[in-house]
């Protein structure tokens, strides 16, 4: 239908996103993403698209466009992108969000996918979108006015969660992850985030996107923080968040031409530990099961 999405339309692209995301038999994932307009959240058009690095516009101001597997502009000039369907169906499948659960959804964007967990979090849940920047809180407000289970604010998303939650969801990549997203993490509760190091070292100008980078999930256990890399990843870097000096980005680097894929646990404020994949000082992620919790 030109001009407004349909809901066969959107059920059948929400099937293709989680097929492609490897996501099976989670029907809440695939009927909340069918239920949420992607053109709602985009803008008018003419859209930008991206799928291979660089913008176009689609053939026709048809809204079936936006429903492939293709990045929509928010800010072409600052690279900033509502971001790869399957990539987030992946993410939010991994998160695992239950009905009446607290999230925080940091790097919200114009909040399409945060409208996706409020529906999966339904009306005894709630999520807060941190969004950065002032013009695209202001979108994302405006976009998703009218659900009463989220709350936008503009800020900076290292310093949120402000509460303990049951999800934090970070979309930009960073160096490590901020204090408030392991310790306002009641237990059970799921982190995923973007680990990586930029493509340009202190560039300054312009849109830095991540050199290589893995989408961490992390959980808090009874004994630890059990943690596990489930895909490699391409995000923008995070804007206004200092996490780690430069100097950390070539072992980290490093870490990422190893094993990846064997990481199992986070150390969080305690001593390094014999043989981790990666380490700093007050941190570090290692190949073997949680063991211990205490910060």
């Not at 659960?101 to 979090?121: F, K, R």
Request: with cysteine; glycine share 10%; charged share 25%.
């Amino acid at each position: 239908m030109h001009g407004v999405s349909s809901e066969e339309q959107r059920r059948l692209f929400s099937m293709k996103m989680l097929e492609k995301a490897g996501v099976q038999a989670d029907e809440a994932l695939l009927s909340a993403f069918t239920r949420v307009r992607r053109e709602d959240f985009v803008g008018p058009p003419p859209w930008l698209l991206s799928s291979r690095g660089s913008y176009r516009r689609p053939p026709s101001e048809d809204v079936k466009f936006l429903y492939d597997d293709v990045l929509v502009a928010l800010d072409a000039a600052r690279g900033v992108n509502n971001g790869s369907p399957s990539l987030h169906a992946l993410g939010i499948h991994a998160l695992a969000p239950q009905p009446g659960e607290t999230a925080v959804h940091i790097g919200a964007g114009s909040g399409y996918y945060t409208a996706i967990l409020a529906e999966l979090l339904g009306a005894g849940g709630h999520v807060t979108a941190i969004e950065y920047d002032a013009l695209l809180t202001i979108r994302a407000q405006q976009c998703l006015v009218g659900r009463t289970n989220v709350t936008v604010v503009c800020g900076n998303g290292a310093d949120w969660p402000q509460e303990p939650v049951d999800i934090v969801y970070v979309n930009f990549a960073v160096d490590r992850p901020a204090d408030p997203w392991i310790e306002r993490l009641k237990p059970g509760g799921r982190l995923l985030f973007p680990l990586g190091v930029p493509v340009f070292e202190g560039r300054g100008e312009g849109p830095d996107y991540t050199a290589m980078a893995g989408y961490l999930l992390v959980r808090r256990e009874t004994n630890g923080y059990a943690a596990r890399f489930i895909e490699r990843v391409s995000f923008v870097w995070g804007e206004g968040v200092a996490l780690s000096d430069w100097s950390s980005h070539a072992r980290l680097r490093t870490a990422f031409h190893g094993n990846w894929r064997a990481v199992r646990s986070l150390r969080w404020k305690t001593p390094a530990e014999h043989d981790e994949w990666y380490s700093e000082a007050d941190w570090g992620l290692s190949i073997e099961e949680p063991h211990d919790i205490r910060h």
